[in-house]
């Protein structure tokens, strides 16, 4: 055996320069036989200074210091923590090793070279002892242990710096070298490759500030002890005091001092967190991960629901609400929680700011990356997995990520969130998911242990999604993470159909059931890539500015490399990226049309799999002009001039003043001219694709905005009614009017007839005469008020003044359905007002001879109130629609306004009662049209004289439908019998005017009771229910002490309760005709209102 400094020099050598030989060799060259190895220690495991020399004590110390180095080394680097036992056999040796250490101090030393030999093995003795009961403490599951175990990690460290002192005093060296404690894969820092003053005080300031964490999740841990002995299923909610919270948000505020540090002091402590997590919930992450259980949408999947079907309980773990959190607290798996539920329940529980986990996310998931591109080129041999696990956890922070910022979408700021993390983000997961996947036994395995290559694709469009609805996010920012998104979608596209033509037009058997399973996954990989591709491309077309310039979308600008400063016509744009997705969505145009080869049963389902989301790109991809290659343009030279079936466009069009000789035009209305061939052509091309798929276009599934309409449908809306507002603006004209320029009828006729298939599809009204759609079921209302005003615009084209035909109600009833709840104008405050006072005094409104009635507001003729007019230039769009909707509506005939839905409460109803009660209905929704109309126009004549009729109509169906009070009653009949009994004795009208007027007056008469008139047009009489909704309308309005002193009011009361009563005992005939009187005399009280 040589000397022990040899030999620890002879180790240090061969561990740092002669990779092959591991430190466990060299110790077994130096032992007496490998078998001494099994065993946990080497040599004599108990001496003292009488029975071992001194030489062989030192012998003894530093091989089992090396080993206890080399297994803790071998420890860290192993998941498990415990390779060969290694963990048992450190639980023996380190304890054993300061015993002998302690016992060696007791040698007398001949010399200083044998002291400086002790002090050496004692400080690397002492480190070992910190930095082991440290990667003890943060893995032990018992809360007090492991904070007992940083307190002794402190402990061994401040007596390995007060001997480090001893050594440098003695030797003079200011380091002790370490180069065997030294790992590439999970050992950084400078204090494992060697031991100095200055190191170890850097450390100790990193494990004070590790106690922390051990200390909050103490603290936390007794928290929530008391709040669980306090959660009892008849005590809800939760219950938590002020300190209680007060002490939680101190918990969570230091963590996030902690882990929201700067970039060039966050990794060690995210680092720490991310172990942390992978520690405590790594299991459950692997076994719980199912994102198949789930269709994709962008809004609908992005919700916690869906979130947890596809993570399970893991989900919860890292609570994102207050529910999750008492959830945690009152399970019994929080025994030691993890550090990032220690923070995110801490923050929820006291109502804190949890808008820093924001940036504790990002953090999170750079370093997974980060993690799994330096293990996949490591040479481990389980690289591949634990690469998985690092993509697997990055897709989890990811949705953590996307749903922390769905719910709080207008707190979420540009310092919230990296934009380099969202780059990295997307742009390695569409890496990620072009990847070769080898058809193994051992690949299937990972791959139902891992997430599969699409489901990285959902996760990077839900954050994609979330990522536009923040509203505190700068345009810049989103558009930067969507045009990345995009980019890669169309790199993802060509690639995908590489796949997919390759495997179509392979030699292998198409009855096997592994071909049809590559089929049906690389057809689904497809549809979902194009889905997202036709919904970006939808939402962000081409737009015409004022100058009839093009402004192209911030999508194609990414795909081409074009700067969002504009366009230099001497910059060269990279053009293949366009080329090759136009040409794979060609590829795929001619794969679905081809009807003379033989295909298989799998190819013609995964045609009409894949109909809808290829055409739905394409019609989406034609509404971005502006970036191709201008073809006029590059025929200059041969003077190509342009020919009428270039605009697909009749003669009378392209002839218009809009189109000059090519010779005299400018360089602006040759641009204009370029654009309108482009818009012509993409028309055509877009009514092509939509006529081949509308056998789709009512088709519902798993489609983004599916709560909008029919993806295919919805996607030819957007794109052609933006196409629709860049022809008006390219021609210099209003994009409100009716008819289409001169220069664009026949391609603007070819567009509206388009649209209205597809509107067609979505709301179920017919535009052009064609049959209406019945396949869907489901109502939908225009996803935004621009979607609203488009669809207006659309209409008013085709029922333009030429059309003699009235537009469908249900269009202009479906647009209403998006305008936002705003607050009633001034002028229609003051007619409602008017119309419905309870003006008793009849006689005063018939014969009255002044201008305008009494208590009518005049001011309201004097306000600059019109329908759509000259005002209309500075209103906005929602103004302008509010107006153009209740215009429409009250020039409807009575009878077409309204829902086809059967009104609630008509069970039993007789056939004539429904009609009248529908009937009835209608009157009111016309009334409301009328009056919405005259609160932009109060001077329109002929809507007072409709407002007039409308209550005048609904008081003759009452009194048409009286019912004799004598008579036997059925409360399904309104008529009285055929051959009513005749008066016997026939009277004068002198005679009746003296009996009308003695009961008047004895009877102490009312024309009806209350002071709001509205209740008698908005409830229908002719329905039991409805009129009992009427009584109880009118009573609450009534009060049984008059606060303005108006005896009136107390006397209305006491005449309902008459009324009442009358309906107690059962007599409804006598009932239903009282309120009936009032009914009439109220509505023709309000309709000589009118007409005055």
């Known amino acids: 055996m040589c000397n022990v400094i040899i030999f620890s020099h002879y180790c240090f050598v061969s561990l740092s320069f002669t990779p092959p030989v591991t430190g466990f060799d060299v110790i077994a060259d130096a032992s007496e036989s490998y078998s001494e190895l099994i065993s946990p220690w080497y040599g004599e495991e108990t001496f003292d200074d009488a029975n071992l020399p001194f030489e062989r004590a030192l012998q003894v110390v530093s091989v089992n210091l090396l080993v206890a180095e080399l297994r803790f080394k071998r420890c860290e680097c192993n998941d498990s923590g415990d390779h060969f036992n290694d963990g048992v056999k450190l639980d023996f040796i380190v304890p054993n090793l300061m015993q002998c250490i302690s016992i060696m101090s007791r040698y007398d030393a001949a010399s200083n070279d044998q002291i400086a030999i002790i002090l050496e093995l004692k400080c690397r003795y002492h480190w070992l002892a910190s930095t082991y009961y440290t990667w003890l403490g943060h893995r032990c599951n018992d809360i007090s242990v492991s904070k007992d175990a940083d307190d002794l990690s402190l402990e061994y460290l401040d007596v390995c710096l007060e001997i480090l002192s001893e050594y440098q005093q003695l030797c003079g060296e ?30 100790k300031q990193y494990l004070l500030s590790t106690a922390v964490v051990s200390k909050n999740r103490q603290a936390f841990h007794n928290i929530s002890c008391q709040l669980k002995e306090g959660l009892t299923p008849d005590i809800e909610p939760l219950s938590i005091t002020e300190d209680q919270k007060n002490e939680l948000s101190s918990l969570g505020a230091e963590l996030v001092n902690r882990y929201k540090a700067g970039k060039e002091q966050s990794r060690e402590k995210t680092e720490e967190l991310f172990n942390d997590f992978i520690l405590a919930h790594g299991v459950h992450l692997v076994s719980e991960n199912n994102d198949d259980r789930i269709s994709h949408d962008w809004e609908v999947a992005i919700s916690t629901s869906n979130e947890k079907n596809v993570w399970g309980n893991v989900w919860s773990a890292i609570p994102s609400t207050k529910t999750e959190s008492i959830e945690q607290i009152s399970s019994t798996l929080l025994s030691n929680p993890s550090i990032m539920q220690v923070l995110s329940c801490s923050l929820l529980l006291s109502e804190g700011d949890t808008q820093p986990l924001l940036s504790i996310y990002s953090q999170l998931i750079s370093f997974a990356l980060e993690s799994r591109a330096r293990i996949l080129q490591s040479s481990t041999e389980d690289r591949t997995e634990k690469g998985n696990m690092m993509l697997l956890a990055s897709q989890y922070f990811v949705d953590k990520l996307a749903d922390k910022m769905s719910k709080a979408p207008s707190e979420v700021l540009d310092d919230d969130i990296d934009e380099q993390t969202l780059h990295s983000i997307i742009q390695l997961y569409q890496n990620t998911s072009v990847e070769h996947e080898v058809q193994t036994e051992e690949a299937n395995d990972q791959n139902r242990k891992y997430p599969a290559r699409c489901e990285l694709f959902h996760s990077a469009s839900r954050l994609v999604f979330a990522v536009r609805q923040c509203q505190g996010l700068s345009t810049e920012i989103k558009h930067s993470v969507e045009s990345i998104y995009f980019a890669g979608l169309v790199k993802v596209f060509v690639k995908g159909k590489i796949e997919f033509s390759s495997l179509i037009t392979s030699v292998s058997d198409k009855r096997l059931k592994t071909w049809q399973t590559q089929l049906n996954n690389k057809a689904s990989k497809i549809c ?208 409100w009017n009716e008819e289409w320029p001169y220069g664009a009828r026949e391609c603007g006729s070819t567009l509206d007839s388009v649209l209205s ?261 908005q409830y229908p009489w002719s329905n039991l ?61 309000m309709r000589m209102k009118a007409l005055r």
């Open 174 to 203: 200011q380091n002790i070298k370490t180069p065997h404690l030294v790992s590439p894969d999970n050992r950084h820092g400078s204090h494992w490759a060697s031991l100095s003053v200055d190191v170890l005080v850097n450390y």
């Open 528 to 735: 979902f890539i194009a889905n997202e591709l036709a919904e970006l491309m939808s939402k962000y077309t081409t737009c015409i500015d004022s100058d009839g310039n093009a402004r192209v979308s911030h999508l194609m600008k990414g795909l081409v490399g074009l700067e969002n400063n504009g366009h230099d016509q001497n910059e060269s744009l990279d053009i293949a990226p366009l080329a090759q997705f136009s040409e794979s969505l060609l590829w795929f145009w001619k794969f679905m049309n081809n009807r003379i080869d033989a295909t298989s049963p799998s190819e013609n389902a995964v045609k009409d799999r894949l109909l809808v989301s290829v055409c739905a790109t394409m019609i989406a991809l034609c509404g971005s002009p502006g970036v191709s290659v201008d073809f006029a343009s590059s025929m200059s030279e041969r003077k190509y001039i342009p020919t009428n079936s270039d605009y697909f466009d009749s003669d009378n069009s392209v002839n218009g003043v809009f189109l000059p000789d090519v010779s005299v035009e400018s360089e602006l209305q040759h641009s204009k001219r370029t654009l309108t061939r482009k818009y012509c052509q993409l028309t055509q091309c877009i009514s092509l694709v939509f006529e081949f798929s509308e056998k789709a276009a009512s088709r519902d599934g798993c489609y983004p905005s599916r709560q909008h309409g029919p993806f295919l449908s919805l996607v030819a809306v957007r794109t052609l009614s933006n196409m629709a507002d860049d022809i008006f603006t390219l021609f210099s004209e209003d994009i």
């Open 757 to 1017: 298939k597809a509107y067609s599809s979505i709301y179920g009204f017919s535009l052009t005469g064609q049959a209406q759609n019945s396949d869907s079921s489901k109502s939908y209302a225009p996803e935004s008020i621009m979607a609203a005003a488009q669809l207006f615009r659309s209409v008013k084209r085709v029922y333009n003044k030429h059309n003699r035909r009235s537009p469908p109600t249900k269009a202009f009833e479906t647009m209403e359905m998006a305008l936002p709840v705003v607050e009633e104008n001034a002028v229609s405050k003051a007619i409602r007002g008017y119309m419905f006072d309870a003006d008793k005094d009849v006689d005063t409104v018939r014969f009255g001879r002044v201008v305008t009635p009494t208590g009518f507001p005049e001011w309201v003729f004097n306000e600059a109130q019109s329908g759509i007019g000259a005002s209309d230039e500075d209103s906005s769009c929602v103004e302008i629609l509010r107006r153009g909707i209740c215009r429409e509506l009250a020039k409807c005939p009575i009878s077409h306004i309204g829902s086809d839905e059967p009104e609630e409460g008509n069970e039993g109803l007789s056939e004539e009662r429904e009609s009248t009660q529908r009937y009835e209905l209608s009157l009111g929704r016309k009334f409301r049209a009328v009056i919405d109309d005259l609160s932009y126009d109060p001077r329109n004549i002929e809507n007072w004289m409709v407002l007039s009729e409308c209550l005048g109509f609904k008081a003759d169906i009452i009194c048409d439908r009286l019912v004799r009070e004598n008579d036997p009653y059925d409360t399904s009949d309104f008529c009285p019998p055929m051959n009513p009994a005749k008066s016997l004795a026939a009277r004068s009208l002198d005679e009746l005017h003296k009996i009308q007027s003695s009961e008047y007056t004895h009877r102490n008469w009312h024309p009806f009771i209350g002071k709001d008139l509205s209740a008698y047009m």
């Open 1025 to 1085: 229910n409805s009129l009992r909704d009427c009584s109880k309308h009118v009573e609450s309005s009534l009060s049984p002490v008059s606060e303005s002193g108006d005896e009136s009011e107390t006397v209305d009361l006491q005449i309902w309760r008459e009324i009442e009563s009358i309906f107690e005992k059962g007599e409804y005939t006598s009932w239903a005709n009282a309120w009936a009187g009032m009914f009439v005399t109220a509505l023709r009280t």
